[in-house]
């Protein structure tokens, strides 16, 4: 093919020239977009050039991300996977490639996307990324005439100062087919040695190499379908460092272009169709010494091919099917080689660095700490309380520190220059405590109804949640002073979260009533239902896997299709919409899979006691307006891709006493599922009376007793919190059995310090495998005591 001069106009080359607007010099964080070819179509194997404006040099720049999208033509896809690459032309002849991709193969099923996107950090190009770029876009593409595929690619630069700079790109080794296993084409002669000589002031050295291999039908399926290794070493005299890589990938089925056809599933030499090509990344600093020169050496795993037409030995239909190449299932073995070497110097600055102490001049280790100013910063100290910003770029700044528990330490604003070393050290006195306390109980029944077992937590603080008691108390200890939002959980129940200020050496108190769920564990709920409605579990068989939240709920025909024609009604008890003020709304969860617009499902509403009843809307609409089965009225129909949200405003009827119907219309059975209703929320029935109590004196306690808690939640899927007190510090062991007494998951032997502790269990043994739904039993063991509670898991 004859080469093309990027500089010369004609029907094969795309010129481009982008300008940016006038504006601001651009600031830290700020992203400067540059979009390059844009939806330009590709195929017959013909390269497309175009030249855009990049930001230039003096913008300082932190990362360059770069996106490529691909999409078919009106006329279609090129249905091969075919090699596609972006290049920087840096003369008319050279080039550095930034990006690889395989195209999709076999795409022209329904279940394709459309279109395939990937991401590239080029950061280390951006050498070759500034002021005027020409840019080269190439894909293989063998497939004339509008068919092939479109091209999208889009640069963000993030502006902001980078740790080290990859000032200079070098390229090594191309070959965009070099054959392997044939001694009539050694590979070997295009991969000689190459002597480099490593700058005396460079900060790091990284090689990369961007190898994939493609051909089949050959010895062993190489170079496409077989692992080769290849590696890269560095030459020093008589000392050599190997870095090595088995070339291949097994992730080939999961890419954003999935699902294809034909073979792309299977694992591949760095050839997946549909992905990007990954990188092999080797960091060289260790093995070279700035200044002096070094011979680098790149392999590949040493291959001979039998079945080519070079090879006197290959029988036809004996060795191989065909000795000759051709594009039926013999295609020679090659790969595409690029392989660069980066080289980075770090940012010139000044340095900040300090000690933080607490209020007793010990250090405190482990702090986040923040530089504020020109660019932001961040590290933590060391055990020895010690922290360092060693390149911070000129400019004005403060420091700022902060742990929890700890008051705020920071400084004034300052200045720091290149080269320039100053030292801030920050005290941090711990903050005195208090407490939080209260009472939750059921909303709607005058807070008689205490609430067991409710999880009180400060929402974004480290500290520990607690459990109500039997009788719905609670009492936090040891709270820094502050604002915090508290948050109440119970069983069953819609949280509440409210602002507590917790005061100094005394006690804050706030107390909840929790709106109830209406799950249907315990009992129906004192709902009622016709025709195919059930309360009970359901089955797969006859609906979904299970109910929304927990074991139970309604629905029709817990183990089977519903019955048709007809007209099934699930009927509520009666709600007093009393509140003095909103919201008043009902919501639920259902599932559903009812025949399309012929049969639906629809929520009525009766202020008389059930005798009139009129439809009531969702606030995101019904499926259908004119549902056959419902009397050409609207409702929910087809199916809702699992368990869904449900709500209504019931404003309209505040003050009065409401019921609610589910109304299932069939025109006739034709084997759907039916309906199925779970996690019922009336809101409105009544005031919820929040009480705040001025703060009083009161001393933090330690427990005074070895206490297990119950679980929470429970049942659970898959993540549970396991509390305990202990009145002195001590190892303790928290171990999991199933109910034949099997260990399943252990904590062995982890020393507490005094007060509540938790541990939280993620539903796995402890080889990390995932255990199945049912009860547990968890054992918590000290020195002294040793106490057992259950759970259940429900999947």
């Not at 067991?452 to 459990?467: C, G, K, N, Q, R």
């Not at 080889?767 to 009860?775: D, N, R």
């Amino acid at each position: 093919m004859p080469k093309i001069h990027i500089f010369q106009l004609s029907l094969m080359v795309l010129l481009v020239f982008t300008m940016f607007p006038a504006q601001a010099q651009p600031e830290p964080g700020d992203i400067i977009t540059v979009p390059t070819f844009v939806q330009l179509n590709h195929n017959w194997a013909t390269p497309h050039y175009g030249t855009f404006a990049f930001p230039d040099s003096s913008v300082m720049v932190k990362r360059i991300m770069l996106y490529i999208t691909i999409d078919c033509p009106d006329a279609g896809c090129d249905p091969w996977d075919r090699i596609g690459h972006l290049r920087v032309m840096t003369s008319d002849t050279t080039y550095v490639e930034i990006a690889r991709y395989i195209t999709p193969y076999n795409i022209v099923g329904p279940g394709y996307p459309g279109s395939c996107d990937w991401v590239y950090d080029v950061t280390d190009y951006q050498s070759v990324l500034r002021d005027s770029v020409t840019l080269r876009s190439y894909i293989e593409s063998w497939i004339g005439g509008d068919r092939g595929w479109q091209i999208t690619a889009t640069f963000e630069f993030e502006v902001g100062q980078p740790r080290m700079v990859a000032y200079r790109v070098q390229n090594l080794w191309q070959d965009d087919s070099a054959l392997i296993g044939d001694p009539a084409d050694p590979v070997e002669e295009t991969l000689t040695p190459i002597t480099v000589a490593i700058d005396a002031d460079i900060d790091s050295l990284k090689y990369r190499m961007i190898t994939t291999g493609h051909g089949q039908g050959n010895t062993l399926n190489a170079a496409e379908f077989s692992i080769l290794w290849h590696d890269i070493n560095v030459i020093d005299g008589e000392d050599t460092t190997r870095f090595f890589q088995d070339l291949w990938r097994t992730d080939c089925p999961q890419n954003p272009c999935s699902p294809q056809g034909g073979t792309w599933i299977y694992p591949r030499a760095g050839w997946c169709p549909g992905a990007s090509v990954i990188p092999w990344d080797v960091d060289l600093t260790p093995a070279v010494t700035p200044g002096e020169e070094y011979v680098l050496d790149y392999n590949i795993e040493p291959y001979f091919n039998e079945c080519r037409p070079t090879n006197p030995d290959c029988v036809d239909g004996i060795t191989c099917t065909d000795c000759n190449w051709n594009n039926t299932g013999h295609t020679p073995p090659v790969y595409a080689i690029q392989t660069q070497l980066f080289f980075y110097r770090l940012t010139p600055g000044g340095r900040v660095s300090g000690t933080i102490t607490d209020g007793e001049g010990l250090p405190l280790a482990n702090i986040p700490v923040q530089l504020i100013g020109t660019l932001p910063y961040e590290t933590t100290t060391n055990d020895s309380g010690f922290y360092d910003f060693p390149i911070v770029i000129p400019g004005t700044y403060s420091v700022y520190a902060y742990q929890f528990g700890y008051e705020e330490g920071s400084t004034g604003l300052f200045t720091i220059e290149v080269d320039q070393e100053v030292t801030y050290d920050l005290v941090m006195p711990l903050l005195p405590t208090g407490s939080l306390d209260g009472h939750v109980a059921e909303a709607y029944n005058d807070g008689d109804v205490p609430i067991p077992a409710a999880f009180i937590e400060l929402l974004d603080t480290p500290l520990f949640p607690v459990f109500t008691d039997e009788n719905g108390n609670y009492v936090m200890t040891d709270i820094p002073i502050g604002t915090y939002t508290v948050r109440a959980t119970g069983l069953y129940h819609l949280p509440a979260e409210y602002q507590v200020t917790i005061p100094p050496n005394g006690t804050a108190t706030r107390n909840f009533e929790l709106i109830p769920i209406y799950s249907f564990e315990e009992d129906n709920g004192n709902f009622s239902g016709d025709g195919d409605w059930e309360w009970g579990e359901p089955q797969s068989s006859g609906g979904p896997d299970g109910a929304y939240h927990g074991i139970f709920s309604w629905g029709t025909n817990l183990d089977g299709a519903y019955s048709g024609p007809g007209d099934m009604f699930l009927i509520s008890p009666e709600y007093p919409l009393g509140a003095t003020d909103p919201p008043y709304e009902l919501s639920f969860y259902h599932w559903y899979d009812i025949r399309q617009n012929w049969d639906g499902g629809q929520v009525q509403i009766s202020t008389d006691h059930g005798e009139n009843w009129e439809l009531i809307t969702p606030n995101t609409g019904y499926d259908f307006d004119r549902c056959v089965g419902l009397g050409q009225t609207p409702g929910y129909t087809g199916q809702s891709d699992g368990w869904q949200l449900a709500q209504f405003d019931l404003s309209e009827y505040a003050g009065e006493n409401v019921m609610f119907r589910f109304w299932l219309g069939a025109y006739r059975n034709d084997g759907n599922m039916g309906w199925f209703v779970d996690h019922l929320v009336v809101k409105g029935q009544a005031d919820i009376n929040i009480v705040d109590v001025e703060p009083v004196t009161a001393e933090t306690q330690v427990p005074q007793s070895y206490r297990l808690y119950q679980n929470y939640p429970n049942p659970f899927n898959p993540v549970t919190t396991i509390r305990f007190d202990l009145p002195v510090a001590t190892v303790a062991n928290l171990q999991i059995y199933d109910v034949q007494g099997r260990l399943v998951r252990a904590f062995r032997d982890t020393w507490f310090e005094a007060g509540q502790q938790a541990l939280v269990w993620d539903g796995t043994n402890d080889h990390g495998e995932a255990v199945k739904s049912g009860m547990y039993l968890y054992q918590l063991q000290t020195p002294d005591v040793t106490q057992t509670k259950s759970m259940v898991l429900l999947r």
